[in-house]
């Protein structure tokens, strides 16, 4: 058994990153509170990815109040599948993926179908801000369901993943694949059950995952290998969340992607707190990479182009 201390000594060695140190000299050092609204509110960073010119799934509608609830189901009848999320939501909390309908019923990817009542009773609790962030009252948006692209198929238990890369300073650091699970009810959230598979960023290929405590290398429900998936244009999602420096204004972002087989890598959400489990999904620590970066700035040598940046991080960054 090794000594805590011993713990301590190899943690750093491989530079694991804790939530102290994360919330510190990160998110506190880099993240101006003045543009948390663009990455809190999911309406907001979709309306800047649209200015910008990058790709979100298409908005169907916005629910800002208790009585347009009543009004949904004619306004999304042209639309089989849909997701209803909280714009201040976070963690997958409150987000229904409706893959289908039935008579006057709604199904959820996990296959149950919801009655009209249950359906607006959850939007009535997402307005009153059951879901958001700091409990506030909320409003939600209704947007297009991903298809996900086939090369995930049998990886994936009944949900799309998504993609997600830290990006610090504009430079992609980290990057990982989560994949749903029976457990996470269509969502690709590590909390709700769904596994982390790390990425190598040089060449986009998976290399091992963490699924709650776990290391794993194949899919807990369709027993498939995790490892050596190659993310399908992974040159272009790099320098997509590259781009989200200049978007949201933040050092230190998350930036979460889904791959469409029609249109391709879209834009989810942004996070200004990102999670440090992207760390275990690959097997190594942020902070040799993060440094690196820093030792740029100091040198006055950080890039103000994204393909400049990728280019660097698929130098630099490879998953050992
Ligand atoms: N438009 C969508 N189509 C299909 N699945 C979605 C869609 N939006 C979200 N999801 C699923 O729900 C998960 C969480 O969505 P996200 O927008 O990232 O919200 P949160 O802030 O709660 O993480 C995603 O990782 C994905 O698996
Ligand atoms: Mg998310």
Redesign the pocket.
């Known amino acids: 058994m090794l000594t805590p201390f011993e713990i301590a000594r190899r943690l750093r060695r491989i530079g694991l990153m804790g939530i102290g140190r994360r919330n510190a000299d990160y998110v506190l050092a880099y993240n101006q509170r003045k543009f948390y609204p663009r990455v809190d509110d ?1 309406l907001i960073t979709k309306r800047l990815a649209l200015e910008a010119g990058l790709p979100v ?1 298409d908005l169907y509608a916005v629910v800002h109040e208790e009585h347009q609830i009543g009004d949904l189901h004619e306004k999304l009848k042209a639309h089989d599948q849909f ?1 209803v ?1 909280p714009a201040h ?5 409150g ?1 229904l ?1 409706i893959t289908g309908k039935r008579g006057d019923k709604y199904r959820r990817s996990n296959g149950h179908l919801m009655s009209r009542g249950d359906f607006e009773h959850h939007l009535s609790n997402g307005l009153s801000g059951l879901f958001s962030l700091g409990g506030h009252p909320d409003h939600l948006l209704v ?4 298809q996900f692209d086939p090369v995930f198929d049998q990886v994936s238990y009944k ?2 993943p ?1 993609v997600r890369i830290i990006v610090f300073l504009g430079y992609p650091v980290m990057a990982m694949i ?1 994949l ?1 699970t029976r457990m996470s009810d ?4 590590l909390h709700q059950g769904a596994i982390g598979v790390g990425i190598d960023i040089p060449t986009g290929t998976t290399r091992r995952g963490v699924w709650g405590t776990e290391i794993i290398k194949d899919h807990p429900d369709t027993e498939q290998s995790i490892v050596g998936l190659e993310i399908p244009r992974w040159d272009e999602l790099l320098e997509m969340a590259s781009r989200c420096y200049e978007l949201s204004g933040l050092g230190y972002v998350g930036v ?1 992607f ?1 791959l469409d087989r029609n249109r391709g890598p879209l834009i ?2 942004l996070n200004a707190r990102p999670g440090l489990a992207i760390q275990i999904a690959n097997g190594n620590g942020a902070l040799h990479r993060l440094r690196k970066v820093e030792a740029l700035k100091a040198a006055g040598g950080l890039s103000t182009d994204p393909a400049e940046r990728v280019a660097f991080a698929r130098a630099e960054f490879p998953t050992t």
Not at 89 to 93: A, I, P, T, V, Y
Not at 143 to 146: I, K, N
Not at 186 to 189: D, I, V, W
């Open positions: 999911k799934p997701v999320k939501g976070s963690g997958g909390d987000i993926v947007e297009y369901c991903v949900g799309v998504d989560r749903p269509g969502k690709a959230n979460d889904v989810l959400e």
